[in-house]
């Protein structure tokens, strides 16, 4: 789905799958912006219960000027990015709007893979997001999350990803995210964050990361469910 410029759109109860599994790039929701002088982005698009896999591409890649992009209960699983995409599972890095209002919250990220870039993670982002209540497992070759400042991410599982919770991934500009902005995630060693283990969820090997009663120091993160089948 390419989307330079649209606005209010809904998109729900889809299963996006397949999308540049040739030789070309492909994303799975691809939100952009119109060309010079008016630089008009993409704004106020809901996606909600959808799932995106088997992506070449960007599952998600959203992109300039845009605002208000809001991603909720998404299922993303089983994506394989390619060496020429941008990195990120959520690729958001070229958002450049403090104020951009982007949202994803009560989703799952899980058993995707990334092409080798220093700063590839599954929450890739500019400016302008605010990620909480996901669960983010089992992801090759990428850190959880990395993001500019004011970008948001708080109340997420991170869980088994193969490069870590977080990367600054140094690129000279001392903007990414800090400790004011990343903070109460399960998964993380630094700041204000929780140190996952195994023993926090009902089972990590079957992908359900609800947490236990015992664990009161999510409360919302009991109610996600990371059981998958193929």
């Known amino acids: 789905m390419n989307v330079d410029e649209a606005h209010h759109i809904r998109l729900l109860n889809s299963w996006i799958e397949g999308c540049g599994t040739g030789r070309k790039n492909g994303e799975g ?20 219960d959808t799932v995106f896999t088997r992506i070449k591409g960007e599952p998600i890649n959203i992109k300039y000027k845009t605002r208000n992009i809001v991603l909720d209960r998404i299922l993303v699983y089983k994506n394989y990015a390619s060496v020429n995409n941008d990195p990120g599972i959520v690729s958001g ?9 982007h949202v994803i919250k009560n989703s ?22 605010t990620a909480y209540n996901n669960v983010i497992a089992y992801n090759e070759n990428m850190y959880c999350l990395r993001g500019l400042k004011s970008s948001k991410a708080y109340a997420n599982t ?8 977080y990367t600054t991934a140094e690129d000279g500009t001392n903007q990414t995210m800090g400790a004011d902005e990343v903070m109460c995630n399960i998964g993380g060693d630094l700041w204000n964050n929780i140190q996952a283990t195994k023993s926090l ?11 236990r009663k015992s664990t009161s120091s999510m409360k919302d993160g009991g109610k996600m469910n990371g059981t998958l089948t193929d």
């Open 29 to 48: 929701l691809y939100v952009s912006h119109s060309v010079e002088p008016k630089w008009r982005g993409g704004r106020d698009i809901y996606v909600k």
């Open 93 to 101: 890095q070229h958002t450049d709007l403090s104020d951009a209002g």
């Open 108 to 129: 799952l990220f899980i058993d995707n893979r990334g092409h080798d870039n220093k700063f590839n993670a599954v929450f890739l982002f500019g400016k302008g997001w």
């Open 158 to 165: 991170c869980y088994g990803n193969e490069r870590g919770f």
């Open 201 to 211: 969820f009902w089972s990590v090997d079957k992908r359900d990361f609800r947490l």
